[in-house]
């Protein structure tokens, strides 16, 4: 009697190590998960889910919960990362929960320890794709994941050309004057040219009209003598009358 009251009283205590053992925040995440849950619709779109998780990792993360990354099958983005859509991993304990029934649609919360998270047949965890919650951000809205920081952009060429095209503008403003000041002289001296041409074009026209005149007049010439060459006598000896 004495060995078997010894194996039930080390059994008994075995079970209270475990039960005082177990991770006493694995049972109030529950509340968390439905609390969170009840922040949106009927139905739940992935990014929505994944939001939602993140949402109750980040509030625990001081006791190591975190997310499980997932690269293939069912996924929900987080960010520019894909993580499963109803599984919170407890860091410290090892062990991982499924925290959603119907994730894909309805999301309804729920808490089950599916074991350790240790790659095997009966699971599909592994806690080199534990994946830390990031901060929401106060402002976050419901479904709308972490932003993701956008790469920085080098302007440093930007602002060379930019400050190449103001030197160019400047180089050409300068000329500006000096172009203004060729037309102006050009200018001058097209009129001046005009001003010594316009008066010698009227003394050519009326120097023309003397010509014109003086063609259309007969010239009187008297002759006083002529040289007889038979049947041709040529005049000589003559003026003008």
């Given amino acids: 009697m004495r060995g078997i009251y010894h194996r039930w009283s080390v059994a008994v205590v075995v079970l209270a190590i475990a039960i005082v053992a177990a991770p006493a925040t694995a049972q109030n995440l529950l509340g968390d998960v439905q609390a969170e849950r009840a922040k949106y619709g009927a139905s739940m779109t992935p990014s929505e889910v994944a939001a939602m998780l993140n949402a109750v990792a980040w509030k625990h993360r001081d006791q190591g919960w975190g997310l499980l990354r997932k690269g293939s099958g069912n996924s929900c983005p987080l960010g520019s990362t894909f993580i499963s859509c109803d599984i919170l991993i407890d860091s410290r304990g090892g062990h991982h929960f499924d925290v959603l029934i119907d994730a894909e649609n309805t999301a309804r919360p729920t808490w089950s320890d599916v074991g350790p998270c240790v790659l095997g047949p009966s699971s599909g965890c592994d806690m080199a794709r534990f994946l830390a919650p990031v901060d929401p951000g106060p402002g976050a809205t419901p479904g709308t994941p972490p932003d993701t920081p956008a790469p920085a952009v080098d ?87």
């Fill in 155 to 241: 302007l440093a060429p930007i602002v060379a050309r930019l400050e190449a095209l103001e030197r160019a503008v400047q180089a050409l403003n300068a000329t500006v004057p000096a172009v203004e000041q060729h037309v102006a002289d050009a200018r001058a001296v097209a009129d001046d040219v005009a001003a010594k041409v316009d008066p010698l074009a009227a003394q050519l026209a009326a120097l023309a009209d003397q010509v014109a005149a003086i063609a259309g007049r007969p010239i009187p010439v008297a002759c006083s003598a002529a040289l007889n060459l038979g049947a041709t006598r040529i005049p000589i000896s003559c003026r003008l009358q």
